[in-house]
């Protein structure tokens, strides 16, 4: 049975866009993810603590359903590595609020996410995969969004 939260990211992901490459879905999210940490740095500095929470818990979201659907048995070293790698932010994230400088927390975290965003958006580039907002690139295999995210998870993702 999987946790409630991770069920409502799921179900937001398969609302979205189907006709995207499993690689521009990730990068995607990961800019999602960017965006709404965005917002939670703004809200803090701003002293609007519930909107902080509120942003950062959906970022919470986005790299929780990203975790869940990692196969540890196809993916192996990859998957591992995901895997820490997103429940470190899950947990770094989870605390920004109560910190005394929630700010400079929440930019800690951003820094993190911005790295590994920007080699997702590297490799789709390598594959002639530009990420767009309106749409998908003319080339790669179309499927639902969670499926995409299995082929993220299985190191599956080709152009």
């Excluded at 992901?13 to 990961?30: G, N, W």
């Excluded at 997103?86 to 911005?114: C, E, F, N």
Aim: aromatic share 6%.
């Amino acid at each position: 049975m999987r946790n409630p939260y991770v069920n409502k990211a799921l179900a937001a992901y398969a609302i979205a866009d189907s006709a995207v490459p499993p690689l521009v879905a990730v990068v995607r999210l990961y800019e999602k993810a960017l965006t709404h940490l965005h917002l939670a740095r703004e809200a803090a500095r701003e002293r609007r603590f519930d909107m902080h929470f509120k942003h950062v818990e959906r970022t919470i979201l986005i790299l929780s359903g990203l975790d869940s659907i990692l196969d540890m048995d196809k993916g192996k070293d990859v998957a591992a590595t995901l895997r820490g790698f997103y429940r470190s932010l899950i947990r770094q994230a989870g605390t920004m609020t109560a910190k005394r400088d929630p700010v400079a927390a929440t930019d800690a975290v951003i820094r993190q996410l911005a790295i590994m965003a920007k080699t997702w958006q590297s490799i789709a580039a390598e594959r002639g995969m530009v990420p767009t907002s309106t749409g998908a690139p003319a080339k790669g295999p179309h499927a639902s969004v969670i499926g995409r995210s299995g082929d993220h998870a299985h190191g599956r993702i080709l152009a």
